[in-house]
Structure formats: C-alpha cells, structure tokens
C-alpha cells in the first residue's frame, strides 16, 4: 500500500512541477471572440498531466501486476504521446482539423490494437469511434477553468469503486495515474487561471476515459455503462449542441460559444459556479452507476435519471438565454 502511495505522490509532483514549467515557458493562449478570459494565458498544462500519467502509468502497472483487459504498455503509451505531439503542434500553430482527426484515429487504432478483446471488424470499428468521440467530447468542453479536469479527476476517482471487482487491477493503474496528474494541474487553473491545459490535455484525457470505458464494456453486464453514466454532462452538453446547430444549419466543426456551459457564462454565472456543477453533474452520474451496479436501479431508470438532470440544466441555461439577452447562440 504503501509503495502505491508513493508512486500516486511522485505522480502528482512530476505533474506540478511541468506545470510549472510550462508556465514560464508562456506559449499564450490569446482571446478570441469565443473565450471566456480576456487576457492572454498561458497554454500547454496538458504537457504535464499527459507526461506525468504516462511516467506513472508503466511503473503502476509493474506494482499492480499485469492484467489481460488492460491496454499493452508500450502502444497504449505510443498511441497518448503521438496524440499529445500533434495537439501540442495544433496548440502553438493552428492547422486544419484534418490533422487533428488522423492523430484521433491513429491514435485511437492504435489503443484498440493494444485491447485483447477488440479483434474482430465490428468491435474494433466501434472502439475506434467511441475513442475518437471521447476525444473531441472532453475537447470541446475545455473552455472552462477547472470544467474538463475537475470532471476528469472525479471521474477518475470512482472509476475503481464503481467497476466490477474482478477489474480493479486492471484499471486502477489507469485512473490512478491520471487522478494523481490531473490533481497537480488543477490548483493553477481553478479558480483563477495561471496556465489552461490545451488540446494536449482535453484530447488526451478523453481519450485515457474512452480507453476505460472500452476496457469496462468488455467485462460485459452493465459495467459499460458506467463511464458515460459518469461522464453525461459532457456527453449530453456535446450531442445537444451539435445536433441544435446542424438542425440550425450551422457548421458543426466550426469552433463557437453555444455549448450551455458557455451560454451560462455568458449569462453571467462564473466558473466558480459553472466548474463545480459539472463536478456535481459526475457524481450524480457516480452515484447512479453504483445504484445500478448494486442491482438497485434497472439500466433504463438510470440512464433516464441521468438524462432528467440534463434535461433540467437544458432548460435552465434556456431561460438564462431568454431573461440575459446574451444574443445568438
């Protein structure tokens, strides 16, 4: 216990310390009509969550043994550095998302390769698609302080307790090394923001949470559904979203302020509101998925709670669009 207390510590240290780091480095992240901040910050934190989870992750696999379920070290690992090279290229010089998507789907081809349990056309072509989803889903809801890397590390934090006993070795190297990380970073973006993680963190860690869920959906049962039970306010903000603006004819690439997230802040709550309601929006989901897991609570009412609470933040930033006159969104 106490030799994976310790690589948790020396985890959370690597990451502080290339946060750090990169602060002082200041590749800026400069406003833009669709920003939340108004002076430019400084990007890059995700160097040090994603280089200090994959320092960590080899070693916590060696102290937690192996397990068949987990994704093969070396391309696991090759497959999160070749995403986080070209997000961090993205970051210092804008490219077309073409190159954004090769990455995500070299990346996530790579990661299903490493699964022993996706080998046939069909669960591979699933795989693939829900990892580069994940990507683009925790991506687009970074534009929050403390939003994406608060919901990851609570995420990250039950994940162990939530999944079916026989799988607790297999990913608790996983959410262990990426809470410890994420953990580092957090305390220079929330409240206020001293560095933003950019695309080398948000693709990064949603990737690292499809991953777990693809490793949860093999031990059959109900355990796939944890991982979006867990993650539901980023995933229903995202297909709400994109299914409004293509119904609005609008592109769905294009980036925008229409997230509800955004048209909340731009009602006028804060980030110290917004960030710890998505958290709460985690838990909610935790606590169904254990409900669930308990035999509890049918899949179905779950699901449908679950959907409930989004339907009634929904609702509530329609209003705040209505009574604030924050414009089109």
Not at 5 to 21: E, G, H, N, T
Not at 121 to 149: I, K, Q, R, Y
Not at 210 to 217: E, I
């Amino acid at each position: 216990m106490m030799q994976k207390s310790f690589l948790f510590v020396v985890v959370w240290a690597f990451s502080v310390l290339l946060v750090r780091i990169m602060i002082h480095v200041r590749v800026l992240d400069h406003p833009v009509a669709r920003s939340a901040h108004d002076t430019p910050i400084p990007t890059g934190g995700g160097i040090g969550i994603m280089t200090a989870f994959m320092a960590g992750f080899a070693p916590a696999c060696t102290i937690w043994g192996p397990a068949s379920a987990r994704p093969a070290t070396g391309g696991f690992i090759g497959a999160l550095a070749l995403l986080c090279l070209v997000s961090w290229y993205d970051d210092l010089h804008t490219r077309p998302i073409a190159l954004k998507l090769v990455a995500q789907f070299a990346a996530a081809m790579m990661i299903v390769a490493c699964l022993p349990a996706y080998t046939s056309p069909l669960t591979t072509v699933g795989g693939v698609a829900w990892l580069v989803f994940m990507a683009n889903c925790v991506n687009f809801m970074d534009g929050l302080n403390g939003l994406v890397s608060g919901t990851s590390l609570c995420a990250c934090l039950m994940l162990p307790w939530l999944a079916p006993a026989a799988m607790a070795t297999a990913i608790t190297p996983i959410t262990g090394s990426m809470a410890a990380a994420t953990a580092g970073f957090i305390p220079f973006n929330f409240p206020n923001a001293r560095i933003f993680m950019g695309d080398v963190g948000s693709q990064g860690c949603g990737m690292v949470l499809g991953t777990l869920g693809l490793m949860l959906a093999h031990d059959g049962g109900t355990a796939w559904a944890i991982v979006p039970l867990l993650m539901s306010g980023l995933l229903c903000d995202v297909i709400f979203t994109l299914v409004r603006r293509w119904r609005a004819g609008e592109s769905i690439v294009t980036a925008h302020r229409g997230h509800l997230y955004q048209v909340a802040h731009r009602s006028g709550l804060p980030c110290t509101v917004l960030a710890p309601l998505a958290w709460a929006m985690c838990l909610w989901g935790g606590l169904l998925a254990w409900l669930l897991r308990q035999g509890a609570l049918p899949l179905w009412a779950a699901f449908t709670l679950a959907g409930a609470a989004q339907a009634v933040w929904m609702e509530y930033v329609r209003h705040r669009a209505r009574t604030h006159h924050v414009g089109r969104w």
